[in-house]
């Protein structure tokens, strides 16, 4: 009898060193098309960047107390981040799982499918780091860093990019089809985008809205990464990096999940 969802989600993953072999593959071939890919995913997080903070910022001054410009670099940093890990593991996994058949080949080695999810996932969460570090390098040539712990935003970025790339794997591993990612941009990664201090404080928000963006992983890492990139101090940071934790182990427990309900017949 082929076990259910649940049965699944009541099997804790197995972790192994085997995924880093699955992080390396992907690695291979991105390097063959490194340019373009860097290009695609640096050139519009710097023209949002650049265009509403030279553009809008003449319009709206000061946000909390700095440049429009200052502002938005740390949020355009981390929504670079969810984009790049996003795509990653969407589009690129589900090519690799379904067109390319990739999953099916590795899965014909010593290894398991919690080995190749969490490769994809690790995979993703590299792309989030690169495309967020190339935003931060960017700023910090404009002058829009405080100083050098803004290095300190990379590891919370590669953090949140197991985050964010765990929930996209959800959604692949569920996904009949490409079409079918229009409903997670639609209802997840859009409201994300714009409820979660990217473009303008939370404080601007309604009081409910405001407190249900709380529940959202973007606005913890705005949270983390707003203060260490402009040099004020970081409120409460062991529950935002505890918020980003929870849902970096718990998307990837249910994507394992999914996925050997998927591929395990």
Not at 196 to 221: K, N, T
Request: charge should be neutral; glycine fraction near 8%; proline fraction near 5%.
């Amino acid at each position: 009898m082929t076990a259910s969802v649940s049965d699944h989600l009541k099997t804790a993953p197995q972790l192994s060193l085997r995924f880093i072999a699955v992080w390396l593959r992907n690695l291979r071939v991105w390097r063959k098309l490194m340019l373009p890919s860097l290009l695609g995913n640096f050139g519009e997080p710097v023209l949002y960047l650049l265009a509403l903070g030279y553009g809008l910022g003449q319009f709206v001054g000061e946000v909390e107390g700095m440049r429009y410009m200052v502002f938005l670099a740390s949020g355009i940093v981390c929504s670079a981040a969810m984009t790049g890990a996003t795509f990653e593991a969407l589009y690129s996994a589900f090519t690799r799982l379904t067109q390319q058949q990739t999953w099916a080949a590795m899965l014909a080695a010593p290894m398991n499918v919690d080995d190749v999810v969490l490769g994809e996932i690790a995979w993703a969460a590299t792309k989030a780091l690169i495309n967020a570090s190339a935003i931060v390098l960017v700023a910090a040539v404009l002058g829009l860093v405080a100083g050098p712990e803004a290095l300190l935003v990379l590891p919370v970025i590669l953090l949140a990019g197991f985050a964010f790339a765990g929930l996209a794997m959800i959604v692949t591993a569920i996904s009949p089809s490409y079409d079918f990612f229009l409903y997670y941009f639609t209802l997840v990664m859009t409201p994300m985008l714009l409820l979660s201090g990217v473009f303008f404080p939370l404080s601007g928000l309604p009081d409910a809205v405001g407190i249900g963006a709380q529940f959202l992983p973007l606005a913890h890492v705005v949270m983390l990464v707003r203060p260490l990139m402009t040099g004020t101090a970081v409120d409460a940071p062991v529950l935002h990096l505890a918020v980003i934790l929870v849902y970096a182990v718990g998307t990837y427990w249910i994507s394992a999940a999914l996925a050997r309900k998927r591929l395990i017949r």
